[in-house]
């Protein structure tokens, strides 16, 4: 059993960058792709990015692309999501999944989410 903790939000204004992390247990890591969904208020959940289990694949939303960064340290299973130029529309819950087929969407296991709120 995977267990994903999310850490890193906050409350932003517009324009600026936080730094999202996701820290997994109970299982082989390196063995899964992960990604990064968020759910804002009101609506239903959607994919945000997603990385290979060796790092060197990533996958982006329209909405995100250029602006977000999903990177991994297998060493430390760490998976991070670095957003820039932080607009209110990112306003939501964002959460952290572990996936072992079905790339870029299947997941199988999910963290509790953190909640970034960007201001206008």
């Known amino acids: 059993q995977v267990q994903l903790v999310e850490s890193g939000g906050g409350l932003v204004q517009a324009g600026g960058s936080l730094r999202l992390s996701c820290a997994a247990s109970g299982g082989t890591f390196s063995r899964f792709h992960m990604g990064w969904f968020r759910q804002a208020p009101g609506k239903g959940r959607e994919f945000v990015a997603a990385?290979?289990?060796?790092?060197?694949?990533?996958y982006y939303a329209d909405s995100v692309k250029d602006r977000f960064t999903i990177s991994r340290d297998n060493a430390k299973n760490v998976v991070y999501l670095q957003m820039n130029s932080l607009e209110p529309e990112d306003t939501a819950v964002y959460y952290c999944?572990?996936?072992?087929?079905?790339?870029?969407?299947?997941?199988?296991?999910w963290g509790k989410g953190t909640l970034v709120t960007v201001s206008s």
């Open positions: 990385i290979s289990w060796s790092g060197g694949t990533t």
């Open positions: 999944a572990a996936g072992s087929s079905n790339w870029p969407y299947g997941m199988d296991y």
